[in-house]
């Protein structure tokens, strides 16, 4: 084939019956030709026991799985013209698969309909098996049709009967975990790109269009006229089943206007044959401007190379270091991979929060702590160091755990209280040791800078709502004191917050992917606002404060001993104190993150969750918390700052602020001679307080260029 001709083979699969061989023809045509012919979506699934076809005359080897798809498309009485990969390039000519690779946009665009082999229905085949995967299509369509066609009855998935229990093992089987086609990276771009789709399920048919409608109308259930009694309850109710297809189903929405970071990021979690594939199966997603090193689809460049080039193209297409945020969400698996190059070979794993690189990536959005400095990279003659000019901020001298969590662990309510107790104590620590001042660097009180910290000065939902300030002193206060409370976190004191509240500014996000905005540049900014600003690292002169120091001791007593509270913390009654955010989404979770309620208490539990949410501590902190603590480490540096950062940050790691970078970042010294040649290697993004929104380049800081491996 001429690959400057667009040139592709066309499978014709001839007619047959189901006992018949498979027998077929291939030609060679150009796409500009416009040929009619449709794409099959598929996993190659177990290579042993392959099954010989016959391809113009030549025995050819195809998975048991193809195969199968091979007898369910092929027709009795006519040919039917496909594309499959796994026969239409011949997988071992690195160049030709290359050249079909980059072409793969074009092919799916162009073909009449991309047709999804899900495989065949697991189980005896019996009538009643058939009858629970039938009911699975029937739902879907029962679902999508709902707002032309109310339901008068409850769909056979939600009927608690012996019918409603094999439809929804049926529902496991054939959605994301049960069934292998939703892990593959390869299907990302075969279910989005083609004009349009059917989904074959052994015997079973159903089209693209209607299992997307399905998904949106179980999403808004409000969006429907009328639905029968008990739907509303048993949607709740198979939440986590339904969430197997509703995932990946409305990420393949979102994908349609993800930037290229974004789209990469979302399916990461997606499995692969070669590592290579976790970027080139995506490219037909993204314009070939925004990571011009991967056009090419070469799988003779080795694996670290392609994640180096395509992570530093990120950079250039984001004007900005976020794509560093994806370089350190999980520990790499790739040898020799930079420390700053995105590893997509490394999966993360869905489970029941926000996946970390979400809430990373709207906190990024938040903050300026580049002081709005436009990015400027150093020219390195070594593609796998990343050259950068920054400011150093102080090492890190004291750090302790914050929540350490499984993707599939709850996090329940009281596991926030040992962190935030060992927080505590380590500020204690640090005060007893250092001698430092009754304020913060900030010049306002260290509580506030706790707080703050804690809950990384946002206040969140699935995104930011707004900055801590938004929600005013007064109603801060009452909370967080409301927090220790209930998490058995005894004072000695009241809670002092008393930085100056702004009331009107939030978080606005622009247009875009609900799940992944674009934030304005124009975003409100929230520097400290003292008449003096504490002095930065390196200053000799003490801190100076904005107003008189407050005249408790702000140490917590820690020694105060323990207490059991008569009411459980979900019965508590909350301070009434006005709100200024509303969200729906915490609620639930908190009542599903809580199985072990005594049936007895649960009405009342749920009477709880049920009441307006104005006031509501647990439902501006919880959220808020968990995105800051899971996973990660407190820590406290040389100068006086406190902050968050990644799981393994430690002592004498670095702070620093680069141009380009909304946050700050934790730095380590590479190698012996890493500090002296300003060599360093990334362990991570960080919150530290009073350096957020530009105070740190913003100072007389000398901008440096340093080097990260």
């Known amino acids: 084939m001429r690959s400057t001709e667009r040139e592709i083979r066309i499978l014709h699969l001839l007619p047959g019956g189901r006992g018949d061989a498979v027998r077929c023809t291939t030609r060679v045509v150009s796409l500009d030709e416009h040929p009619v012919f449709e794409t099959v979506s598929y996993v190659w699934g177990d290579r042993s026991g392959d099954v010989t076809i016959d391809v113009s005359g030549t025995p050819i080897a195809v998975t048991k799985n193809l195969y199968a798809g091979l007898l369910r498309l092929r027709h009795e009485t006519a040919e039917r013209n496909l594309w499959i990969d796994q026969i239409c390039i011949n997988q071992w000519d690195l160049e030709e698969k290359a050249a079909q690779v980059a072409l793969m946009r074009d092919i799916y665009r162009q073909c009449a309909q991309c047709v999804t082999w899900m495989g065949e229905i697991p189980g005896d085949h019996s009538d009643k098996s058939q009858a629970a995967s039938a009911a699975v299509f029937d739902f879907l369509r029962q679902s999508a049709s709902a707002k032309d066609t109310p339901l008068r009855a409850l769909p056979v998935m939600f009927q608690e009967s012996e019918a409603g229990v094999a439809a929804r093992e049926a529902f496991t089987e054939f959605s994301m975990y049960g069934n292998p086609w939703w892990s593959r990276i390869w299907t990302v771009q075969e279910a989005i790109i083609p004009p349009s789709g059917l989904l074959l399920w052994g015997p079973l048919a159903i089209s693209r269009e209607t299992v997307l409608t399905a998904a949106r109308n179980l999403r808004d259930l409000d969006s429907l006229p009328s639905l029968p009694e008990g739907f509303a309850a048993c949607r709740h109710k198979h939440t986590e089943l339904l969430r197997r297809l509703l995932y990946p189903v409305h990420g393949f929405r979102h994908s349609e206007t993800d930037n290229p970071l974004d789209l990469l990021m979302r399916w990461r979690h997606r499995k692969f044959t070669d590592a290579r594939d976790k970027v080139y199966a995506l490219l037909g997603l993204i314009s070939p401007q925004a990571i011009p090193s991967a056009i090419s689809c070469d799988y003779s460049i080795a694996v670290p190379e392609l994640f180096a080039k395509v992570t530093l193209d990120l950079i250039k297409h984001e004007h900005g270091l976020r794509p560093l945020l994806g370089a350190c969400e999980l520990p790499h698996l790739t040898t020799n991979n930079p420390t700053w190059a995105i590893d997509f070979a490394q999966c993360n794993r869905i489970g029941k929060r926000q996946l970390k690189w979400w809430g990373h990536s709207h906190r990024y959005h938040a903050f ?49 209280r040992e962190p935030i107790s060992k927080c505590m104590r380590l500020l204690e620590k640090y005060k007893a040791l250092e001698h430092v001042p009754d304020i913060y660097r900030d010049g306002f009180s260290w509580d506030s800078a706790v707080c703050r910290t804690l809950v990384g000065d946002l206040i969140m939902d699935e995104l930011p709502l707004g900055r801590i300030a938004t929600l005013g002193r007064e109603r801060l206060q009452s909370d ?16 002092s917050l008393d930085f100056v509240p702004c009331t009107a500014a939030k978080v606005e996000a622009k247009c875009g992917s609900s799940i992944s905005p674009s934030y304005s540049p124009s975003s409100p900014v929230y520097k400290t606002p003292s008449p003096t600003l504490a002095p930065l690292p390196f200053d000799s002169s003490p801190p100076s404060p904005a107003r008189p120091p407050p005249t408790s001791s702000i140490a917590p007593n820690l020694n ?150």
Request: negative net charge; glycine residues 6%.
């Open 368 to 416: 300026s702590a580049n002081g709005n400095h436009d990015l400027e990279l150093v020219e390195s003659l070594d593609p796998n160091v990343l050259g950068l000019m920054g400011v150093y901020i102080d090492e890190v001298v004291y750090t302790t755990e914050l929540i350490r969590v499984d993707a599939q662990e709850p996090i329940l309510f009281d596991k926030l």
């Open 480 to 495: 967080f004191e409301e927090l220790f409370d209930k998490l058995q976190i005894f004072l000695n004191r009241e809670v």
């Open 560 to 709: 105060h001993p323990s207490e059991s509270s008569s009411v459980p913390w979900w019965m508590a009654t909350p301070s009434n104190h006005s709100s200024t955010f509303y969200r729906r989404s915490a609620k639930p979770r908190l009542l599903s993150e809580c199985p072990n309620i005594d049936p007895y208490l649960l009405p009342n539990v749920r009477k709880w969750l049920a009441r307006p949410i104005e006031g509501d501590v647990f439902v501006d902190l919880y959220e808020s918390l968990v995105g800051m603590m899971e996973n990660q480490t407190f820590f406290v540096t040389k100068r006086g700052y406190i902050g968050i950062g990644p799981p393994d940050t430690c002592a004498s790691d670095q702070i620093w602020v680069f141009k380009g970078g909304n946050v700050p970042f934790v730095m380590r010294d590479a190698g012996s001679e890493g500090r002296k040649n300003h060599q360093l290697t990334l362990v991570g993004d960080a919150y530290v307080h009073g350096i957020m929104d530009g105070e740190a380049v913003d100072s007389q800081l000398q901008m440096q260029s340093v080097w990260i491996m």
